[in-house]
């Protein structure tokens, strides 16, 4: 900090990251909530006691308004049983969405277990209420969607929604993890501050040729050092830090560990370890006590079993239904193909599949015919990365074409490919076969599941990102997919291609 009050050189960002929005953010999904049970629940008996089952008579004041009642509140309490408010994963990851489905059902298995043992409530109120299940799932799931989209705008603007933490480690560690957090504001953390050992710490003599340690007044990677490991609970506490972020080594080891929990414990605040694990998803990763310790289990990828026959099924089904709403896209484009230039309707490419099968896809055809010829005469403007070939204005690309590739209307053919089983709707970028043969050992995970019409790589940028972010990408994909992943990809698909952002 350099003769600078530590108070003084994060007052701006604490401010900014003061976890006080999370008390009133929590409050809003209350709200949210309750406002989207209690609705569905009225709609339910009322649609309940003039169709389904006939006007009830005189069911009176009070059944009328108990029985939604009783259900708008055990649904809820379900809601917070289930920790679906609980921050650390609100906004996260897909395990809020679990949550609230799993509380869902818990809800409507306790009621129609209550309706069973009493009086009060009848199994038939219980029953009708199947209306409100499928209407206050949507609602509750379209409100929590757009909470995190709320969220997620407000940090990459700068304007809050951050969880302020103080990283412990060596200063090479410290270095990385801030570059880490600080350079992904859409996680929602922010590094305030940061404790590093001492050389009395270390037990060894000072070392030039060795990492050096932080004092006070000292900085790591621009945020500044506010003591060593017997000032993490005050400086957390001084930078008004939510959590503390912990890497491990042989200067930290697990007795230091132990007395960091009890420092962090006094001023209220959350004790984080940082796992050198990458690119795991946090659904393969648990915890088990073993004989006074805790192991981290890593459960291996899954690409066959029920979770598989899962997404093929989805795959299926969403193919027909998407095949048939966009038929008059899938005509329109075809005549703009046939009647603006010559040559077939289709493309038809040799793409490398799961296991390395080849097949043919299919594309609407956007340059004109024996554009593959041209490639050596185009390489030395080649924009890709990689075994790549991109261009951002390929002379090669129609009018036409142009526009397809544009809101990707030239892949909707590939729905085709989906429903002949080569193809999944979610998955690895369609590789050419020039391209495996390139492929290193890390590459090729990309083929141990379908390509996709769709995936991780075009809700991120598509063409604009580096050959290794997309490779990085497609292997994440390959190793932690999830049929709740597939669902959020599809619907993240929607807006990167209304936007055309990284599409040529």
């Not at 799932?137 to 969607?145: E, Q, T």
């Not at 960091?260 to 946090?282: I, K, N, P, S």
């Not at 080569?422 to 590459?443: D, F, I, K, N, W």
């Not at 994440?476 to 990167?496: F, K, S, V």
Request: glycine content about 8%.
């Amino acid at each position: 900090m350099n003769n600078r009050d530590p108070r003084g050189f994060h007052d701006i960002r604490a401010r900014l990251a003061h976890p006080q929005w999370q008390k009133r953010y929590r409050a809003r999904l209350r709200f949210t909530d309750a406002a989207a049970v209690i609705g569905s629940a009225v709609v339910a008996y009322v649609i309940d006691a003039d169709l389904m089952f006939g006007s009830p008579g005189n069911p009176g004041p009070l059944r009328a308004i108990a029985v939604p009642a009783v259900v708008a509140a055990v649904w809820m309490a379900t809601l917070a049983a289930r920790s679906s408010y609980d921050l650390r994963v609100v906004g996260r990851d897909h395990t809020e969405y679990r949550r609230i489905l799993s509380a869902t059902w818990t809800a409507v298995s306790v009621l129609v277990l209550a309706a069973w043992l009493t009086t009060f409530v009848e199994v038939r109120d219980v029953l009708a209420q199947a209306i409100a299940l499928p209407l206050g799932l949507a609602v509750l799931i379209g409100s929590r969607y757009g909470w995190r989209r709320w969220v997620a705008r407000s940090r990459r603007r700068g304007t809050g929604c951050m969880t302020p933490v103080l990283v412990v480690g060596h200063r090479r560690q410290a270095e990385l993890m801030i570059s880490r957090l600080n350079g992904a504001p859409h996680r929602g953390f922010v590094v305030v501050g940061a404790c590093l050992p001492s050389e009395a710490a270390a037990g060894e003599d000072p070392d030039l040729s060795r990492p050096r340690f932080g004092t006070p007044g000292d900085e790591v990677g621009g945020i500044p050092v506010l003591g060593d490991l017997t000032h993490v609970g005050e400086a957390a506490a001084l930078v008004r830090a939510s959590a503390v972020v912990v890497s491990a080594s042989d200067t930290i080891t697990t007795e230091a560990v132990r007395r960091l929990g009890w420092q962090v414990e006094r001023v209220g605040v959350d004790l984080m370890l940082a796992a050198e694990l990458a690119d795991v998803a946090a659904d393969r990763v648990s915890v088990h006590p073993a004989s006074g310790v805790s192991l981290l289990h890593v459960a291996a990828p899954r690409f066959d079993g029920l979770k598989y026959h899962v997404k093929q099924a989805m795959d299926w089904l969403l193919a027909i239904v998407l095949t048939f709403l966009v038929s008059p896209a899938l005509l329109g484009a075809g005549l703009a193909v046939a009647l603006t230039s010559k040559g077939g309707l289709f493309y038809l490419s040799e793409r490398v599949g799961r296991d390395g099968k080849i097949f043919r896809m299919i594309k609407f055809r956007t340059m004109y015919v024996g554009a593959d010829r041209d490639v050596p005469a185009l390489a030395a403007a080649n924009e890709a990365a990689g075994p790549l070939f991109k261009m951002r204005s390929d002379p090669r690309i129609t009018r036409v074409g142009r526009f397809l590739r544009r809101y990707s209307l030239d892949e909707l053919p590939q729905l085709f490919n989906v429903l002949s089983g080569h193809m999944s709707l979610v998955g690895p970028r369609p590789a050419l076969p020039h391209e495996v043969a390139a492929y290193e050992e890390r590459m090729r995970r990309r083929l141990l599941v379908k390509p996709g019409m769709t995936g991780m790589w075009q809700v991120s940028g598509r063409s604009d990102l580096s050959w290794e972010e997309a490779v990085r990408l497609d292997v994440y994909y390959a190793e932690n997919w999830t049929p709740m992943l597939d669902l959020a990809i599809l619907g993240q698909t929607a807006r990167a291609v209304i936007s055309g952002r990284g599409a040529y």
